[in-house]
């Protein structure tokens, strides 16, 4: 069974500076899935970043990347230039092999939440 | 094109009652997902319908129920209601049929508080 683990429940960061979030994962598939969704107070999740398995380059989207460590099971999070607007809870997901077709559900970390202070 | 939707926002229910939540996907969409969100849990996968038919299901007991109509909307009905399923309850959609760079669209949740 796949298992996701946020080690971090709260962190904070000033604005424009930068800040990375931790992520562990355990599966035993050799292809899979991972991604980082933010959930502002809106409650809405919005996918920030994702990550296919057997894609060794690190995704990045504008200020956000990810430190994708395939052997270590490890995929954080960075956030650069950190902007009011990124405080939310951030939750670190993955999903099995057959995600987008047979399979579509994803396994979610506790996740971190991020205060961006001015 | 409109997100994803679900009905009611908010609802607040007595213990041993049921309760129907909606989920309206994103037009086009096929695959409605279900989670349950709650502080001590976490999120939680509760169920997948693809094409009116369940194709994946969490760890939950025989209360909590799904389906899904031919227009692709879902409803999910928990009965017999326990103090312990107040929760945010999350409705994700996806195109759900084999793109690689599928993405799941969640809705705003309903806020469901049992009393």
């Known amino acids: 069974a796949q298992t996701v683990t946020q080690s971090q429940p709260e962190m904070s960061v000033q604005e424009a500076e930068t800040v990375t979030l931790s992520c562990t994962y355990d599966t035993s598939e050799n292809n899979y899935y991972l991604f980082w969704y933010k959930q502002p107070p809106s409650r809405q999740m919005i996918l920030v970043i994702r990550?296919?398995?057997?894609?060794?380059q690190n995704a990045t989207e504008n200020r956000f990347s990810v430190n994708f460590q395939k052997a270590a099971k490890s995929f954080s999070l960075k956030i650069s230039d950190s902007q009011l607007g990124d405080t939310a809870m951030y939750f670190c997901?993955?999903?099995?092999?057959?995600?987008?077709?047979?399979?579509?559900?994803?396994?979610f970390g506790k996740g971190t939440k991020l205060s961006v202070k001015p | 094109k409109a997100g994803v939707t679900q009905t009611p926002r908010y609802l607040i229910k007595t213990r041993g009652q049921q309760v129907t939540l909606s989920c309206s996907p994103i037009s086009g969409h096929r695959s409605v997902s279900w989670y349950q969100q709650t502080p001590g849990q976490g999120l939680q996968f509760l169920f997948e319908y693809f094409s009116e038919t369940q194709r994946n299901k969490g760890n939950f007991p025989g209360r909590f129920s799904g389906r899904q109509f031919s227009n692709s909307r879902s409803e999910m009905n928990v009965s017999t209601l326990e103090l312990g399923d107040s929760a945010l309850y999350l409705c994700a959609s996806s195109e759900g049929q084999g793109r690689v760079n599928t993405e799941a669209f969640f809705g705003q949740g309903t806020r469901l508080t049992v009393v």
């Open positions: 997901a993955s999903a099995g092999p057959n995600y987008g077709g047979s399979q579509g559900n994803l396994i």
């Open positions: 990550q296919e398995a057997y894609k060794q």
